[in-house]
C-alpha cells in the first residue's frame, strides 16, 4: 500500500508552516492593519495566498475540486517543490527518462539529489524491463514522466504501469497536453494516491510571461504543497491574468486550432525539404526534426534571424521547432530550403 508519510521527509511531515496575516484573517470586508500593507494604492494588498477564485474555475474547467488543486509560480516550481518534499538532499533518489525537460535535472542538482536517467527506447517509450530493474535496485522516491515529451514530441504509453509498480510520487508532467489527442492524468488523480499531474498556463494557454503553473493530485499531496510554498507565491496581477484568459477560452481554442493546422502544413513542407532525414511524431507544439548537420543548420538559421532549439547534445543532429504564426513558419521554411551544407 503506498503511505504518503513514508515517501514525505520527516522535516515536511513536521512541518509547522508559517501562518500569514490572510490565513488568519481571511475574509474581504474590513479595515486591514494586519498585514502591514501600505493603505494607499492599487497593488498595495497581499494576494490570496490560496488563489480561490483561480482554481474555481480550474475545478468547473477539469472537473476535480478545488482541494485537488495547487497553483504554483510556473510548473518549474512545482517541479522545484517535489525535489524538496520529497528527496532529502543527499541521501534519497529521484529518477526520469531521458531525453527530456531539462528542469528536472537541474533542479535535482540544485537539491542535492541523485537523478538517475534511464533512456527512452528507439521510439522515445519507456523501457519498463529496465524500469524494472532499476526500481528493484535503488530506493527511489520521485519519478518524472513528461507527456507529451520535451524535446521528443509524443505521448509517452505505459504511465499506468509506472504509477502501478511504483511505491514512490510520479510526477506526470503534462505542459503539452492541450495540443495532444491523448487523455490528460487528472481523470486519474483519484485512483492513484502518488500521482501528480502538472500543467501550465505557458504553452497553450499563451501566459509564459505571467508563470502560472498547476498541479493535480489528491487532497493530502496538495495539503502539503500548500506547507512548503512561500505564503503569496501567485501575484495578483498573474492570477488575474490567468482568470483572464479561462474567461476567453474561444480565443485560445481559436489559437490552438490554427497552431495544429500549421503543424500538419510544416510537416508537410519538411518531408520534401533535402537537409532534413527525420520528423518525429508530435503530439505538441513543436515538432524533433533530425537534419544532416543539426549545429551547422542551428547557426545557419540563427544568421537569419530564425531562432529554433539545437537539441544536438540530446537527441543527435536534432533540431527542436516550435510552431509559429503563419508568416514565422513560411520564413522557416523558406530559410531551410535555402540551406546548402
Ligand atoms: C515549458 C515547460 C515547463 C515550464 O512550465 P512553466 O509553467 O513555464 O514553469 C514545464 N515542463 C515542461 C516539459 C516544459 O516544456
Known sequence: MFDLTKIVRKNILNLKPYSSARDEFSGKDGVFLDANENPYGKLNRYPDPYQKDLKKKLSHLKSVKPENIFIGNGSDEVIDLCYRIFCAPGKDKALTFSPTYGMYEVSANINEVDLINLPLNNSFQINLEALENVLINESIKLIFVCSPNNPTGNAINNIDIVLDKFKGIVVVDEAYIDFSDTNSFIEKINKYP????????????????????????????????????????????????????????????????????????????????????????????????????????????????????????????????????????????????????
Open 194 to 341: 502518488n500521482l501528480i499531474v502538472a500543467q501550465t498556463f505557458s504553452k497553450a494557454w499563451g501566459l509564459a510571461s505571467a508563470r502560472v503553473g498547476v498541479a493535480y493530485a489528491n487532497e493530502k499531496i496538495i495539503s502539503i504543497l500548500n506547507k512548503v510554498k512561500s505564503p503569496y507565491n501567485v501575484s495578483m496581477l498573474n492570477q488575474k491574468a490567468a482568470i483572464n484568459v479561462l474567461d476567453n477560452s474561444s480565443e485560445y481554442k481559436n489559437q490552438k486550432e490554427i497552431i495544429l493546422k500549421q503543424k500538419k502544413v510544416i510537416k508537410k513542407a519538411l518531408a520534401s525539404i533535402f537537409i532534413v532525414k527525420k520528423i518525429y511524431p508530435s503530439d505538441a507544439n513543436f515538432i524533433l526534426v533530425e537534419v544532416e548537420d543539426a549545429n551547422k543548420v542551428y547557426n545557419e538559421l540563427v544568421s537569419k534571424r530564425l531562432i529554433t532549439r539545437n537539441r544536438n547534445s540530446l537527441v543527435n543532429n536534432c533540431i527542436r521547432i516550435t510552431i509559429g504564426k503563419p508568416t514565422e513558419n513560411k520564413k522557416l521554411i523558406k530559410a531551410l530550403k535555402e540551406i546548402n551544407l
